[in-house]
């Protein structure tokens, strides 16, 4: 059973810090893609970063700059790193793998993990 646990959320003043983990359990092949989303109250899920399994990101450009996304292989593990944070990156982020076999294409979702960014 594929599982992906997020930790790390919490509430934090604007101009904090804030690294969320998540790692990702019965999958067998390498996960091609990992990456955060997140969901604001009232909006749709959107793309925060993604990272490839050789280590190519992609970030929305309202993460440019402030955050950073990595990723142990070994553990299947992808972090989130979240500097500089603004009210206006509240919500529950959504941590994400996806992985290719073949002509099958595998996606797996996070529980989320609330990040609150006070003003």
């Known amino acids: 059973q594929v599982q992906l646990v997020e930790s790390g959320g919490g509430l934090v003043q604007a101009g904090g810090s804030l690294s969320l983990s998540c790692t990702a359990s019965?999958?067998?092949?390498?996960?091609?893609?990992m990456g955060w989303y997140r969901q604001a109250p009232g909006k749709q899920r959107e793309l925060v970063a993604t990272?490839?399994?050789?280590?190519?990101?992609s970030y929305a450009d309202s993460a440019k700059g402030r955050f950073t996304i990595s990723r142990d292989n070994a553990k299947n593990t992808v972090y989130l790193q979240m500097i500089s944070l603004k009210p206006e990156d509240t919500g529950v982020y959504y941590c994400?793998?996806?992985?290719?076999?073949?002509?099958?294409?595998?996606?797996?979702w996070g529980q989320g993990t609330q990040v609150t960014v006070s003003s």
């Open positions: 994400n793998a996806r992985y290719i076999i073949g002509l099958g294409s595998y996606n797996y």
């Open positions: 019965g999958i067998r092949s390498s996960i091609n893609f």
């Open positions: 990272i490839t399994s050789g280590g190519s990101t």
